[in-house]
């Protein structure tokens, strides 16, 4: 029989499903074990219902186990993605949900599933967060040294990266350089950016990075000048959450300030819009969503994880059906001619596509009432944020229940491009708002220190495993060739 080898894919509607390969030898190598065979832990016992639910998985996904089935009828053996595992060869285990790490327990270990809820626990939920077990020997809930050891043999609970500099803007924006440790981008670093949000209550807001780079090639974007470098891994993801949350903490306090506000204090939200496009690595976004929401998790509600998207529309499709994590749909343009130039996976989704999506998904009216989707907009000088330009916005949404976020341009090295004046960003406000959109106009923050949006990455260092050259720089439309001019 065929074996069906692990490879990147959407997400195709469903919860992450393991691979079912039928031959042993198309299990994935773990790096670092001799001679490069496949990890293979104790054999996984699943029920016949499970099995059943299992084969009728239609492939594999990126950000998930792979299941083998031998000829023979033998129990089923799990096995990973290489970039799932340290450079010691040991897996690491943010990379699981908490039903994958409850089923590895008892694969590997042979421990009971109760032991995978204890784990995520102490991943999670019980704070510093701990990536090493030693300390909680002998302690109450805390593990013996015999599993201690057991453990740290095969697993590992670290998050495949390490904090290598945190530069700190005049209003308090922390942004963190990440360097990678693990996966084929290892040595390279990807930012994350703590946010303070302005209320009674200080609180935080973690912005993440799904890829080192981003193959999108939006022109305004820092980032995309870089091209797509690398894929993070649901743990490379998670562990950019759990370093700001140690970052967020005050010197020497050893338990978040107000304990009855539970694990996610102060951190409160999180949103997917850093470097990289999340739903062109949906496999290990999801994963990360649900380790991030679950409740015993690191227990962010749903509505405070928001992921964004260009707009790549089958992915987008396929999340909004299987997560109640919020969306973002990044615009920017209100005609093809525009978008085809500032984003231009308009050229494969235009937008009357994209927007009947959205229309399906969040209609204004009907069932789904409640629902909404973020509809992000950079204003650009003399490019796209003309009054003509805020009623065709109108006109696209009238029938989706959205909020738009208006975002000014922040500036980086080598742009062509100039944010919006104030006259004519009030002037655009006030179109939507007279239209009846519900629309915000969202403050710049971190720009001193290049932590604001648009300005994550770097065009220094190695290229990976690239040929060297960088993202195109388009041409523009006629009409604005004057504009753009002006400003070089």
């Known amino acids: 029989m065929l074996g069906l080898a692990v490879g990147p894919c959407g997400l195709h509607g469903r919860q992450p499903a393991p691979c079912l390969v039928t031959d042993p030898s198309a299990h994935r190598a773990a790096p670092g074990r001799a001679g490069g065979g496949a990890h293979r832990p104790r054999a996984l016992h699943l029920s016949e219902k499970q099995k059943t639910r299992a084969s009728r998985a239609h492939g594999p996904e990126e950000g998930s186990p792979c299941m083998t089935f ?42 009971p599933r109760s032991r995978g809820m204890q784990l995520w626990r102490a991943l999670y939920h019980s704070w510093p967060l701990l990536e090493d077990l030693r300390p909680t020997i002998g302690t109450p809930n805390g593990f013996s040294a015999a599993f201690v050891d057991r453990l740290t043999r095969v697993a590992s609970l670290g998050g495949g990266m390490e904090v290598a500099g945190v530069s700190t803007a005049p209003d308090g ?17 990807v930012e994350c950016v703590l ?35 690398g894929q993070l891994s649901p743990a490379q993801i998670v562990q950019q ?39 062109h690595n949906a496999g290990s976004v999801a994963v990360a969503v649900e380790v991030l929401t679950h409740p015993q998790g690191l227990g962010f509600p749903a509505s405070r994880v928001c992921v964004s998207t260009v707009g790549l529309v089958p992915e ?20 093809d001619e525009v978008r085809n130039w500032l984003v231009p996976i308009n050229r494969r989704h235009p937008l009357r596509e994209l927007v009947a999506a959205l229309e399906e998904l969040f209609p204004a009216e009907g069932q789904r009432a409640g629902r909404h989707v973020l509809v992000q907009y950079v204003l650009l000088r003399g490019v796209n944020d003309g009054e003509a330009d805020a009623h065709r916005l109108a006109d696209l949404l009238a029938r989706v229940r959205c909020k738009v976020n208006l975002i000014g ?4 090295p080598g742009t062509r491009f100039a944010p919006s004046g104030e006259q004519a960003t009030q002037a655009f406000l006030a179109v939507l708002r007279q239209r009846g959109c519900v629309v915000m106009l969202r ?43 002006a400003r070089s």
């Not at 949000?197 to 981003?214: A, F």
């Not at 987008?316 to 005609?335: K, P, Q």
């Not at 341009?409 to 980086?412: G, K, L, Q, S």
């Not at 720009?447 to 949006?453: L, P, V, Y």
């Open 195 to 229: 946010i303070p949000m302005p209320g009674s209550k200080p609180r935080m807001t973690v912005c993440i990075s799904s890829q080192v780079g981003c193959a999108q090639n939006c022109q305004f974007c820092f980032t995309g000048r870089m091209g797509l470098l």
């Open 443 to 485: 403050a710049s923050r971190g720009g001193e220190e290049m932590a604001a949006c648009g300005q994550l990455g770097g065009l220094a260092g190695g290229r990976g495993a690239g040929d060297g050259a960088l993202p195109r720089i388009l041409p523009p439309p006629r009409r604005f060739e004057e504009v753009l001019a």
């Open 409 to 412: 341009f922040n500036p980086h």
């Open 316 to 335: 987008m499709r396929a999340f909004a059906a299987r997560s109640r994590a919020a969306l973002a749909v990044s615009l920017h343009a209100t005609t």
């Open 70 to 111: 031998a000829a023979s009828s033998n129990p089923p053996e799990v096995a990973y993605p290489a970039s799932w595992y340290d450079g010691e060869g040991r897996l690491m285990l943010k990379n699981l949900t908490l039903e994958q790490l409850s089923d590895w327990v008892v694969a590997a270990l042979g421990e």
């Open 241 to 279: 959450v759990v370093l700001a949350k140690r970052q967020a903490r005050p010197s020497g306090v050893a338990k978040p300030p107000d304990p009855s506000s539970g694990p996610e204090a102060p951190v409160t939200n999180v949103v997917f819009m850093g470097m990289g496009e999340p739903l």
């Open 173 to 189: 924006t922390q942004k963190l350089a990440c360097r990678l440790t693990t996966g084929p981008a290892a040595g390279m670093e």
